[in-house]
């Protein structure tokens, strides 16, 4: 089975972590002919199995299930310490005393690994590192294609190299994480326009091309540089089918000009988001918070609670530089715009 006979149209819904892409979104894009994702990097393996479920019970077309390759971190009680102080004009205005102890760090990657084999999706994506080639075999084995996430042409031929099906190419404009697990995270700074041709001249695995896509017109300049489909995850957000916050949402509509940028203060991994106050509170001690998933814990609670209360300075709220030209649409009703303006153009 290749890439290009799983999804007719060459449009992948980016995995959107922490609950914002359901089962609904994802079932609705592969209805429409696209290839859906569903985040799993923050799922138990029994919130997995539940909602590939009910994926299944509302298409029978492929789906892609996306996970962060993590090992479980053991930190030095004294770096938590020190990264709830840092915190501390946050958690401070929100009226509590401390900052709450999370859980657990994250979610554990062997578990949800052999999890992932056992559900057999038609594609399975993964960011943050890269596989080796016995998991490489054994998801192969089970039938599954697998995808890898890169921001630079060394991480595209290590994939390659591994036995990838193809990889996603992530261009410095893409919401969210920064995929880097090559080299330092502040080096891949490559716009999608420099970084997609590079990638496709360096491999001859199929490339999607990621970072910034909000229309047709952008789908067909990526196909035009050689990217056998494109991966969307801001435009996505707004969709009716999205779980993010109304308040989320609204402040995405509205963005206008208003600014993104990388910021590894809420999680300790680079990501884009709308700027806002809490990335500027903590702007002085952005570089000495944990790495991710140690930081992206421990400011959980916050980010859930601001949710909670409606207050968007305080949450993390990802996107692409495109969101100016978001729109707020269905999923399949989206699907059909975009093909609509790649045929167009």
Sequence with gaps: MKLATVFPHPIVQGPTAGGCNTPAQVAAVSNAGALGSLACSLLSPDAIRSQTEQIRALTDRPFCLNFFVLETPQPDPAQVAQAAEYLRPVWSALGWTELPTPAKWCEDFAAQFETLLALRPAV???????????????????????VGTITH???????????????????????????????????????????????????NIPVIAAGGFMTGVDIQRALRAGAQAVQMGTAFLTCSESAIPAIYKQRLLDAGDHPTRLTRSFSGRYARGLDNRFMQVMASHELQVPPYPIQNALTGAIRAEAARRGETEWMSLWCGTGVARIRSLPAAQLISTLLAEIAAA
């Excluded at 994506?125 to 998801?139: A, C, D, H, N, Y």
């Design 124 to 146: 399975a994506s993964f960011t943050f590192g890269i596989l080796s080639e016995e998991q490489i075999k054994r998801l192969h084995d089970a039938g599954i294609l697998v």
């Design 153 to 203: 042409v060394a991480e595209a031929l290590a994939w390659q190299e591994r036995g990838a099906d193809a990889v996603i190419a992530s261009g410095i404009e893409a919401g969210g994480h920064r995929g880097t697990f090559i080299g330092r995270q502040e080096d891949a700074q490559l716009g999608i326009d420099q970084l997609l041709p590079e990638v496709v001249a360096a491999v």
